[in-house]
């Protein structure tokens, strides 16, 4: 074959994997982890404490903390029962950010517990209800 027609073909099969928008899609935090959550206490109701530091909003696209808030850069599945996951986000303190890595983990019969459990600490929150 013509050299050129298979670069072309090539060129042609790349730009056709490509989303329409030419960016990739949007990481999203895990749907199961959405709403408020509440760390130190079995039970929440919503909206929980707002004054706590240990209340956190998941949202699609943000996690909302006391004083800071993450976005997530990677997440990835890695058991299905419990459910868990690992993502890495980029946490955001003041004018400062850093990459963090966390696990996730969804416990209890109505997916109410989450543990988070990174390289230093884990905590588990109550689902604000």
Partial sequence: MNRRVILLAATMFIVGCLPASGKQPKVRYPSQLIGVW??????CTFPGNLDSD???DIRPDKLIDYEQWN????VL???QKPQAWKIKSRLHIDEHSVDQYEIYILSGSDKAT???VDQSRSATYARCK
């Fill in 38 to 43: 509440q760390g130190g206490s079995a039970t």
């Fill in 54 to 56: 240990a209340r956190m």
């Fill in 71 to 74: 976005e997530p850069i990677v």
């Fill in 77 to 79: 599945q890695i058991s």
């Fill in 114 to 116: 989450l543990t988070v």
